[in-house]
């Protein structure tokens, strides 16, 4: 029988009443909902309040259970998380063909398109999203929106700005738990010396149409993120789970005005394994759509070399993965994806 799955075009997801065999995921008993049995009672990642006393040892404590926690009193205003969850929908609420003059050339970086890890998956998923990861947007805002092109290049730069004091006070906190300071990290104080700014953030906006049978559909497949960390807001429609070893997976319920956050792989190789990358997924909904806004933060400007903190690994070692930069380690995620950190590994889990 002739696959109609090739027509489907991800910018009208929404408008589809049956799901295609295309999207159509089989899913196994690991990937169920269902926790273990052994497991009872449900769980939440934490939500930490930035201004308590002690937030050092709650996102330690977090990093090291969950991978993620949940932060209140992050000092981002309201008003500019509904801004750019307005952006956003009023982006994916154009028809197909609009979207489409967003789309990326290079490569799934920056532009319109479906996840960048979809070539990984027999199966497709139930997004689009825009990725903003370059100076590339504001040409594709000034095509889609030549009048409102200022107010929403306003909007995203606002955003990168204060995600990015976000995230570098986020890390400050989270490696204060590790008994280090960024004094402890070379590329940290180089850059400072250098003077030049810190920070090389990606914008994803995320979008998961209401989909006819969510049960058998997925929005974003099982993945770490390869940043150091991510902040994602999430609309008031829940969707994001994590994985959490003895629990299975774990929905994030949306709390208003919280935002999520997300250990990434870099942070994994910057702490040594202390603190893993959380595995998270995004599941769909039968009765309303859902938007996401992912910040995810690449550390150092430049091609500075992340390595684990000699301070975190100790006199004695060992070292388990060797220095790679943002971009060296993307170029091996997109080849070898959820074996990227085994691949940069110096020290055998065994040895
Ligand atoms: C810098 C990047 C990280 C990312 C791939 C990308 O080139 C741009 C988008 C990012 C994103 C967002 C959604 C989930 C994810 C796994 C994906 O497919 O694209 C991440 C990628 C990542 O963290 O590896
Ligand atoms: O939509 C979500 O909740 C998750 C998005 C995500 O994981 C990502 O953008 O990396
Ligand atoms: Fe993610």
């Known amino acids: 029988m002739p696959s109609i799955t090739e027509d489907v075009s991800i910018g009208n997801l929404g ?25 009872t009672v449900k769980e939440f990642i934490p939500v930490i309040n930035l201004s308590d006393p ?39 609420d154009m028809p197909s063909e609009r979207k ?15 996840p960048r890890i979809s070539p990984f998956f027999e199966k497709k998923m139930w997004s689009e999203g825009l990725t903003i990861a370059d100076g590339s947007y504001r040409n594709q805002f000034l095509t889609i929106w030549p009048r409102d092109y200022t107010k929403y290049c306003g909007i995203i730069e606002e955003y990168k700005g204060e995600m990015e004091n976000l995230a570098n006070r986020l890390l400050s906190c989270i ?38 049978e969510p049960e058998r559909a997925m929005g974003l497949a099982a993945h770490t993120d390869s940043c150091l960390l991510t902040i994602l807001h999430q609309s008031n429609m829940g969707g994001l789970q994590v994985f959490k070893e003895e629990s299975g997976w774990v929905t994030v319920e949306p709390i208003p005005g919280v935002l999520v956050v997300n250990i990434g792989d870099l942070f994994h190789i910057l702490s040594n394994g202390k603190f893993p990358s959380v595995v998270h997924r995004a599941r769909v909904n039968q009765t309303k759509s859902r938007i996401s806004i992912a910040y995810l933060w690449g550390g150092p400007a430049g091609d500075v070399k992340i390595s684990p903190i000699s301070k975190i690994v100790g006199p004695v070692g060992p070292y388990l993965y060797r220095p790679v930069t943002w971009s060296e380690y993307l170029r091996i995620k997109f080849e070898v994806f959820d074996k990227a950190l085994d691949a940069i590994r110096v020290v055998n889990p065994t040895n």
Not at 22 to 30: K, R
Not at 69 to 90: C, M, R, W, Y
Not at 102 to 110: F, T
Request: with cysteine.
């Open 175 to 212: 490696l204060g738990s590790l008994g280090v300071t960024v004094d402890d990290i070379e590329w940290a104080q180089k850059t400072e010396k250098s003077g030049s700014k810190m920070g090389r953030g990606v914008i994803r906006l995320n979008h998961y149409p209401v989909c006819p």
């Open 54 to 92: 002690d937030v050092t040892t709650l996102l330690g404590n977090a990093c090291k259970t969950w991978g993620a926690f949940q932060i209140a009193n992050h000092g981002i205003s309201q008003s500019l998380l509904d801004d750019v969850e307005s952006l956003s929908k009023t982006f994916f």
């Open 15 to 39: 408008s589809l009443q049956t799901l295609p065999d295309s999207f159509t995921w089989n899913f196994t008993a690991a990937d169920s909902l269902l926790p273990p049995s052994s497991a």
């Open 100 to 114: 489409l003059e967003a789309a990326s050339s290079n490569k799934g970086v920056s532009g319109y398109g479906e």
